[in-house]
């Protein structure tokens, strides 16, 4: 019955403790999930955030390259423009020759006209007296027919003369034509390709344009993926504040249990010691009551006895009775999770994972080091944020080192050898210290 009562005591100081710490947890872990509700909404914008610089980063790296594009068309259109122009200044020249050609044929010609309409008129008008003097003059037939022959050779060298130069003035004239035509065909694609170049400097400083928008644009966006963070860091080392904070609470609260279950074991104890002690001086007390009471009625019964001369002698056997008393004895029984605080300074119940450092357990960082720097090392790297680096924490009786970060506090992920002991692991939990 006693011990019943002993144990009602205890429980009922756990339930009033418990009771009252779980008031003050709720305000925390409400304020925990505030801080997760906002640092949720600020990765959803940092996620929009890096999205938006992504998509401006593609769009300028597509302007980009239709700009390399552009400059390409450009300095072809600089390239043939600049052909163009020395085509153009070719023609001129060649134009510029024709012409001089031109006039010198046309010179010539006109000295060869002059010069053979004075022959011509005077081979007219002496036509009969010079053949009559080369007949007479002549020394036999052959020279005069040799005179004769050179007077036909010489009018036919004149005709020939003179349509040849005709003939020379005209392909003059057509070359000047054809040099004239090309000259003009190469000052349209000069100015088709000034109206295309033009055209294209206008596209290249409007991609110029568009690639400084993106820039800015992206730069905007950098900021405030910067500022998101910044902020989200922060709140992370809130967070992690917040689950310190409570995991704090909830030793204070394990602890003050424990404190109080001993206390009111103890108080219950002493209470029943106590009452026993009480109860022992009572059932004392009423015996030498008895006593007396036994010893004043014999001495009556003597003193009756004498006066009355009677000769009997009544023997009066006094039992004395001796109470025993049974002395219970109180255990309180003791759990595993009874706080240990020879081991350091109680953090709390935390949670426990493994992981290597291979590329599904660390990604990118897969193979290197720490985030202190360190190189892991099964049985002393955990990674956990909240502390220092280099705090050092006792977990199942095995003392750890905090090297690495990937986990909110309060939850310790311990670095393994292989994947496999990792997942052979699992996800355990346990009391955890912090070592002085």
């Not at 020249?93 to 008129?121: H, N, P, V």
């Not at 404190?259 to 026993?276: F, N, T, V, Y």
């Not at 080091?369 to 909240?386: E, H, L, V």
């Amino acid at each position: 019955m006693r011990r019943k009562r002993i144990i009602s005591l205890v429980l009922s100081a756990c339930l009033i403790v418990g009771s009252a710490v779980q008031g003050g947890a709720a305000t925390t872990q409400e304020k925990i999930s505030d801080a997760k509700a906002q640092q949720q909404a600020n990765q959803s914008s940092l996620q929009q955030t890096q999205e938006k610089i992504q998509e401006l980063e593609s769009k300028k790296g597509e302007s980009e390259t239709y700009l390399a594009d552009l400059n390409t068309q450009l300095d072809d259109l600089r390239s043939s423009l600049e052909k163009l122009q020395n085509d153009y200044d070719a023609k001129q020249e060649e134009l510029t020759q024709l012409q001089s050609d031109l006039e010198d044929a046309k010179a010539d010609e006109a000295q060869q006209y002059e010069a053979m309409k004075l022959r011509i008129r005077y081979m007219y008008e002496n036509s009969a007296s010079n053949y009559m003097n080369l007949l007479f003059e002549s020394g036999s037939i052959s020279d005069f027919l040799n005179q004769a022959e050179n007077i036909s050779q010489m009018s036919k060298y004149d005709r020939d003369m003179l349509d040849t130069y005709r003939e020379t003035k005209e392909a003059i004239q057509t070359k000047e034509e054809q040099v004239a035509q090309e000259k003009e065909e190469i000052v349209a694609l000069q100015q088709e390709s000034a109206d295309k170049q033009a055209a294209v400097e206008e596209l290249v400083e409007a991609t110029y344009q568009q690639i400084r928008e993106y820039q800015e644009d992206i730069q905007s966006q950098q900021t405030a993926e910067n500022d998101l963070l910044t902020k989200i860091s922060s709140q992370e080392d809130a967070i992690n504040d917040l689950l310190r904070q409570a995991k704090e609470e909830e030793a204070a609260a394990r602890l003050a249990a424990q404190q109080a279950a001993q206390a009111a074991a103890e108080k219950a104890a002493q209470e029943a010691a106590a009452k026993e002690a009480a109860e022992k001086k009572a059932a004392e007390d009423a015996a030498a009551q008895k006593a007396a009471q036994q010893k004043a009625a014999q001495q009556a019964a003597s003193a009756t006895q004498k006066k009355s001369n009677s000769s009997t002698t009544t023997t009066t056997t006094t039992s004395n009775t001796a109470a025993n008393t049974t002395t219970s004895t109180t255990t309180t029984d003791s759990s595993d999770d009874t706080i240990d605080t020879s081991q350091g300074k109680y953090l709390g119940r935390f949670k426990l994972t493994a992981y290597c450092s291979c590329s599904i357990c660390c990604g990118k960082w897969s193979g290197g080091g720490t985030a202190s720097g360190t190189t892991p090392t099964p049985g002393r790297t955990i990674a956990m944020a909240g502390v220092p680096f280099g705090t050092k924490l006792s977990i199942n009786g095995q003392i750890y080192t905090v090297e690495d970060r990937g986990t909110a506090y309060g939850h310790v992920d311990i670095f393994m050898g292989s994947h496999s002991q990792a997942l052979s692991f699992g996800m355990k939990y346990a009391d955890v210290y912090q070592v002085n």
